[in-house]
């Protein structure tokens, strides 16, 4: 195997694009679903903790919606596992990976 299909292979049992951007749609205003969290997630410092950790949210103007601020980094890069997704190390460092790390990625 070349070391392009190699990469390949690795992303595809990571991630795919599509999950790493349903995933970041959960870390903006995402208060209710914290709140029905049991475990929160980091993908900036990949810690995970329970939603009780989290003391700061952002609040939008127009809707009062409010977005989770990581109590470690006081990142907005937080997800719940009631999203649905596994909050893995692994899932946290590939999300990190794509969102912080690759320029490819944008938030629309
Ligand atoms: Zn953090």
Known sequence: MNATAFRAR????????????????????NHDEIQRSKICGCFYCLETYAPAALQSWITEPETNERTAECPHCGI?????????????????RAMHKAWFEDPRMDTD
């Open 10 to 29: 690795i992303e595809l049992t990571v991630l795919t694009n599509d999950q790493l951007k349903a995933a970041h749609n959960h870390s903006i205003r």
């Open 76 to 92: 907005d890069s937080v997800i719940g596992d009631a999203a649905g997704f596994d909050l893995s190390p692994e899932f946290l």
